[in-house]
């Protein structure tokens, strides 16, 4: 028995003394790769060396890391800040550490922010360690050996003073003063904060318990950004490391992904929560202004420095061939846009391409295993993408990656392919000088004797008048009030609803370029009359969406006035708050519209995207749009602190419908826009969602490892409810969906019938009148047939003449005539109780004067007998099926009727130049009355092969010679009145064969077969 237990225990301790030597030799392996990591870097003058390992500003409050003097200076600042707040009375602290901050503050904005813009300017702090011999030990060998022990007791093993360069060592000197700066600014504010504390009056206690939570929130939130940001950028970007040296392996991923400049901006969220819990207006207010300095030390150092050091040089006009065809386009459904290599397309978060700074970068970093030996290490810089992106810029200091570019963003456009053909080369800086000359954006390049501009400047003043009328115009404040909402709401859905609506059918079907191809005349003897209507159609709508956009701001500001008062008393209650909190919103609106058109241009700023189609066509994720995909949304800001300004609730229900119109515009204009133009290359998380779903998935994994035994289960749960969510969407998407698929034919069918009952209740204008001796006729005698047609069939082409013989007693009435009408259109065929809409023609025409019979004496030859032609006006000119009807004594008594025919018209297989021109040959001779005088020498032929007339004349001017026989020839005498009928005929006639609809005044215009040819084929393919 003790022999059994011994081995037993011998087992355990064996299986014990395994697992240790496992784990142990797991951890040396991680070591060992930690170990053999090593991170290169160089200096300006190519000097290549190895970063050895730094260590955070936190080791200073840690006993077991040695103590330099610059860190005895450190910790006595400190601890003389808090004895002082202990010793000084409130109201002596308040002041007293007001301006302590007040100086630390401007120690690091103004002083490092200058120290460090002339060191990346001149190497300023090198030269001066050099000039004063801090680092010679020849000339200053005390120094030397003084700032050698400084800097070797705050680093680790593999640091060496001698062998690395003098610009590394410099820079640990630099990050130690930075320490002291750092450090004193934020115990100095605390100080402040501590001291202003109070306890707020007249708020509930579920209000100060929202105030600390809210409070405790934003400094964990400040707290966690500057610890992930200083994960990424490591010590190297804290202090500003590529201002001395260059150095790799920065990713800026993570909370770089989250907001722009996340440790300048969302990483000052402590201060505000700070504010919060301390229920302090005056540490609000200097939250605000240190904010405001850190924002300064960005926009006048940090920026400019980042673009000495990464960006590149770009040409005043750089001219890249874009590869375009000089053939005919092909349909809009042919999209070109860039293979990408990641179908989920994340944000770039490494330096992309080329960069460059004064040196020659071509070994710049790189992380190697010790074991690869290698003279020099090699660049190594991935693109997720293989789309072109303009030169990547990274900020160490603030961590910040980004793609600045002039180019648009989410706006992108398409580039239309042809068939094989001569190629032209164009580039993307005359495409931009081609369509944008100096456009007016809100007021940018206003210039008075520009018509638009003129205009809206008058509209505003005219608006800016109607907001300064006296309330007694109006006979009430309130009535005054309600005016200038319905007047600020009216010009919101304007520019909300009405442009969009606008947009989408452009996007849909070039709605507005056709409107003007419709209405104006362009040459068309190729692509440049398309152009030419691209062009004017999205100049106008440029104008009138700077004019909507400015008087949707200038009528809301006009209600806010309306509505405002400036309190009596800015202490009492949340005034201040609301005016502050207002302010930062409408600064918020501010920025990120200036942020959104730096990064879309004029091209994206106008939707260029749903007009021009040359553009190249990519997508960039640079800017504001790193982090958000519709950064549009924060636009809207302003409106809210408009509304937390006045205090109206009409003002911030304004701001509600703003806010719901322009995400329906996002959702139901612009996505499936970008969606029609990318497809499946298209983002699906921006930055900032990116990270939220992160961090969520980070915390669920420890949830779940914390929950033990329990984890399944909440997983299981978890799942459920994702599940259920997920299902009530679908069911809701699919309800929708199939709504609306069952409603659109009900819709069609309910305009289809409207259409009809239009065209009923107007043919049923007519009063009619009934004969009273129609006993005394026998309408068996009575008969009309309607003759075969060229193809001796009963189907007659649209504009083909229409021959009725008719029979009659011996003394019928010479007032009897044949009318032409819809079949179904009259209920009867006893009378007729519609119009014949001008479709008419009388049996005996020679004793007619227009529509007024002559009243003449009947002749002794009485015919009994004989043919009526309905042609020109008198014909139905458009296609369907019809009726003839004879009429007894010019009353609507119906004696005979022969039907139904068919009027058709001849549409095209194909489309393409000849069979469009085919067909036009064909109808345009029927529209213009078959006349040889007027109609086109080429469609001659084609007349006579329809015999419509037996003989032309040979002596007709056809023109200049280049029309070819396409142009109809010049007719002096023809009256203007028959010139619009038969262009009103032509206009018809094609919108019956190719649903392309034209005003009367560009077929006038065109008068070539040819142009008209162009002109129809570039309407159906745009």
């Known amino acids: 028995m003790t022999t059994s237990n011994s081995q037993s225990f011998l087992r355990q301790r064996a299986a014990a003394e395994n697992k240790e030597d496992k784990s142990n030799l797991e951890q040396q392996k991680v070591e060992t790769r930690v170990k053999r990591e090593v991170v290169w870097g160089k200096t300006p003058n190519g000097e290549v060396f190895r970063v050895p390992t730094t260590h955070d500003v936190l080791t200073l409050f840690n006993p077991a890391y040695p103590k330099s003097h610059f860190d005895i200076l450190s910790l006595a600042l400190l601890g003389s800040q808090i004895l002082l707040y202990f010793m000084f009375p409130r109201h002596i602290s308040q002041i007293f550490f007001l301006f302590y901050f007040a100086f630390w503050r401007a120690a690091y904005d103004a002083g490092l922010g200058w120290v460090l813009t002339k060191q990346s300017k001149r190497k300023w702090i090198e030269k001066q360690v050099q000039k004063f011999g801090w680092m010679d030990a020849k000339q200053r060998p005390k120094v030397r050996n003084w700032v050698r022990a400084q800097l070797a007791g705050k680093m680790g093993k593999d640091y060496s003073f001698d062998e690395l360069p003098m610009q590394y060592n410099t820079w640990l000197l630099f990050r130690q003063a930075v320490d002291i700066i750092l450090l004193n600014d934020f115990v100095a504010y605390c100080m402040f904060a501590f001291a202003c504390f109070r306890v707020p009056e007249g708020l509930s ?219 032209k080369s164009i580039s993307q800086h005359d495409l931009l000088n081609k369509y944008f000359r100096r456009d007016m954006v809100i007021f940018r390049n206003l210039d008075l004797l520009r018509a638009p501009d003129a205009l809206l400047v008058v509209l505003i003043t005219y608006a800016t008048l109607f907001t300064l009328l006296p309330v007694s115009i109006f006979g009430s404040q309130p009535s005054h009030v309600a005016v200038h909402f319905t007047h600020a709401l009216i010009w919101c859905l304007l520019h909300v609803f009405g442009l969009g609506l606008l947009l989408r059918a452009q996007s849909k079907n070039k709605f507005l370029v056709k409107h003007y191809m419709k209405n104006y005349h362009y040459t068309f003897g190729n692509e440049e009359g398309a152009e030419g209507a691209i062009a004017e159609a999205f100049a106008n709508f440029k104008a009138i969406y700077n004019a909507s956009l400015c008087m949707t701001y200038v009528s809301f500001i006009g209600l806010v006035w309306r509505t405002y008062s400036i309190p009596s008393n800015w202490t009492v209650g949340v005034e201040l708050l609301r005016h502050t909190l207002g302010a930062l919103l409408v600064g918020l609106h501010i ?103 992160n961090v969520a998935s980070k915390n669920a994994r420890i949830l779940e490892s914390r929950a033990g035994r329990h984890a399944p289960e909440l997983k299981r749960v978890a799942r459920e409810v994702i599940g259920t969510f997920d299902k009530v969407f679908d069911e809701t998407a699919d309800a929708v969906e199939e709504f609306l698929a069952k409603s659109k034919p009900r819709i069609s069918e309910v305009v289809s019938d409207t259409r009809v009952l ?85 049996v005996h025409d020679e004793e007619w004067d227009g ?50 025919i068919e009027i058709y018209v001849e549409t095209p297989t194909e489309l393409n130049f000849d069979s469009i021109r085919g067909t036009l040959m064909r109808i345009v001779p029927l529209c213009l009355d078959s006349d040889p005088s007027l109609i086109p020498l080429a469609c001659r032929s084609e007349a006579k092969t329809l015999r419509l007339h037996e003989e032309f004349s040979p002596d007709i001017d056809v023109g200049s010679p280049e029309q070819k026989g396409d142009a109809s020839p010049a007719q002096p005498g023809t009256r203007t009145e028959d010139r619009e009928h038969q262009a009103k005929r032509i206009c018809s006639a094609i919108k019956q064969a190719f649903d392309v609809e034209y005003a009367t005044e560009v077929v006038v215009a065109d008068a070539n077969l040819s142009a008209l040819a162009n002109r129809i084929l570039l309407s159906k393919r745009m």
């Not at 770009?314 to 990641?342: G, N």
């Not at 009619?768 to 193809?791: M, W």
């Open 205 to 423: 206690n579920f209000v100060h318990v929202m105030r600390w939570v809210g409070g405790l929130a934003l400094i964990g939130f400040n707290l966690w950004v500057k610890t992930e940001a200083h994960a990424v950028v490591k010590d190297y970007g804290w202090y500003w490391g590529d201002c001395f040296f260059q150095r790799g392996a920065l990713v800026f991923d993570g909370v770089f992904e989250l907001a722009p400049h996340p440790m300048y901006s969302v990483g000052y969220a402590g201060y505000y929560g700070l504010s919060l819990i301390s229920g302090s207006y005056a540490v609000l207010f200097v939250s605000l202004a240190a904010h405001a300095a850190q924002f300064a030390f960005l926009v006048f150092f940090e920026n400019p420095h980042i673009e000495r050091l990464y960006g590149q040089r770009k040409a005043i006009a750089k001219r890249t061939p874009l590869i375009t065809k000089a053939t005919k386009p092909v349909p809009s459904a042919s999209v070109t846009t860039l293979e990408e290599s990641d179908a989920d397309l994340t944000t770039p978060s490494a330096t992309e391409g080329e960069t460059g700074t004064e040196s020659d970068l071509e070994t710049e970093t790189e992380t190697e295993m010790e074991e690869t030996q290698l003279d020099r290490p090699a660049v190594v810089f991935k693109a997720k993408r293989k789309v072109p992106v303009s030169g990547g810029r990274i900020s160490p200091g603030s961590g910040k990656s980004s793609n600045q570019s002039s180019t648009s963003s989410m706006s992108a456009a398409r580039h239309r392919g042809s068939s094989p053909g001569p190629q």
């Open 591 to 693: 920025w990120a519209t200036l942020e959104s058109f730096e990064v879309l241009g004029v091209f994206g700023w106008f939707f260029g995207d749903f007009f021009m189609e040359k553009f190249p066509s990519h997508l960039e994720y640079s800017g504001i749009y790193r982090y958000l995909n519709n950064p549009e949304m924060m636009g809207g800001a302003a409106w809210f602190g408009l509304g937390l300004i006045s205090g109206s609730k009409l003002v911030f229900s304004l701001a509600v419908i703003k806010h719901l119109g322009h995400w329906w515009f996002v959702s139901s204009v612009e996505n499936p826009h970008m969606t029609k133009l990318y497809g499946d290359s298209l983002r699906k998380e921006a930055g900032f969602v990116k990270v939220i779903k």
């Open 758 to 842: 239009l065209q009923q209740s107007r043919e049923k204008l007519v009063i009619t009148r009934v004969a009273n001796d129609l006993s005394s006729y026998d309408t068996s005698k009575y008969s009309a047939t309607i003759l075969p047609s060229f193809e001796g069939t009963h189907k007659f082409h649209l504009g083909e003449p229409i021959k009725i013989r008719w029979q009659a007693p011996h003394m019928h009435s010479r007032k009897d005539w044949i009318g032409v009408y819809r079949v179904g259109a009259n209920k009867t065929s006893l009378v007729t109780k519609t119009s014949s809409m001008g479709m008419w023609a009388p």
């Open 851 to 900: 529509d007024i019979p002559l009243e003449l004496d009947r002749p002794l030859n009485d015919s009994k007998s004989g043919i009526v032609t309905f042609k020109d006006n008198t014909l139905p000119w458009i296609a369907g099926r019809y009726e003839i009807r004879y009429h007894h004594d010019g009353k609507y008594n119906v004696m005979c009727l022969d039907g139904p």
